[in-house]
């Protein structure tokens, strides 16, 4: 779906008089369910951003949860992902062996930790192995593609019965891309991580593709221009 600011600000407006509505799914993800399925979007794990060349995120205000930006690979493991999974894995949910964690500078319970110099990040273990490793480059290319221009909607919460109301009632528009110097520097100051999600499946990784995520008040810092957005 490809639609200007001005169509977008049109559509917001109209779900903006509609008041609070309750969010039409539970947890974490229901404010971003309950904002696309409003303005006609359908839920999707493309690369693509929702609106053409814009990117649409909800955020519950005065929220400090995690989002999602992208994920993404490529061909980054430099230790073979089984191997790592056996070697540094732990029992998920489901009692499967997996490596499901989320990483920042400092190493988790299984001795993982990041990494970052001017090129890079990496997945290092304290017993000097490098698990993964992506350029920077390409991680701002990723960034481009998919999320250099996001349209950042914030709604008011109210909890009825257990339940949340969601009133969608501002926006701003997070544009011009990053670089390679601030996901440096968001990185070192871990208000970006990495989330591994992979398992063993017996002969082979299952890969559901490695996070990069950035907590939601931290969000405007990876950006080089931001305006409000008024609906």
């Given at each position: 779906?490809?639609?200007?600011?001005?169509?977008?600000?049109?559509?917001?407006?109209?779900?903006?008089?509609?008041?609070?509505?309750?969010?039409?799914?539970?947890?974490?993800?229901?404010?971003?369910?309950?904002?696309?399925?409003?303005?006609?979007?359908?839920?999707?794990?493309?690369?693509?951003?929702?609106?053409?060349?814009?990117?649409?995120?909800?955020?519950?205000?005065?929220?400090?949860?995690?989002?999602?930006?992208?994920?993404?690979n490529n061909k980054a493991w430099k230790m073979n992902p089984l191997e790592a999974i056996k070697k540094y894995g732990s029992?998920?949910?489901?009692?499967?062996?997996?490596?499901?964690?989320?990483?920042?500078?400092?190493?988790?319970?299984?001795?993982?930790f990041l990494t970052v110099d001017d090129t890079s990040i990496s997945v290092r273990h304290i017993d000097g192995n490098i698990i993964a490793t992506w350029q920077l480059s390409e991680i701002e290319k990723r960034f481009e593609a998919k999320v250099r221009n996001v349209l950042l909607v914030k709604a008011r919460v109210e909890e009825r019965d257990g339940?949340?109301?969601?009133l969608f009632d501002r926006a701003r528009l997070l544009s011009g891309g990053t670089t390679q110097a601030i996901l440096k520097h968001q990185f070192e100051n871990e208000h970006l991580l990495v989330d591994l999600r992979l398992h063993d499946k017996g002969t082979m990784a299952?890969?559901?593709?490695?996070?990069?995520?950035?907590?939601?008040?931290?969000?405007?810092n990876l950006y080089e221009k931001i305006e409000e957005i008024s609906f």
């Open positions: 779906m490809t639609l200007t600011i001005q169509e977008i600000k049109e559509k917001l407006s109209k779900v903006k008089k509609l008041g609070f509505i309750k969010s039409l799914r539970n947890g974490p993800t229901g404010i971003g369910y309950t904002l696309e399925t409003l303005l006609e979007i359908k839920e999707n794990n493309i690369s693509s951003p929702d609106f053409g060349e814009i990117e649409l995120k909800a955020q519950r205000e005065r929220h400090t949860g995690m989002t999602t930006l992208f994920t993404f029992l998920d949910k489901d009692g499967r062996l997996g490596m499901y964690y989320t990483m920042s500078m400092k190493p988790n319970s299984a001795g993982l339940i949340e109301y969601f299952r890969n559901h593709g490695t996070g990069f995520r950035v907590f939601e008040n931290n969000l405007e």
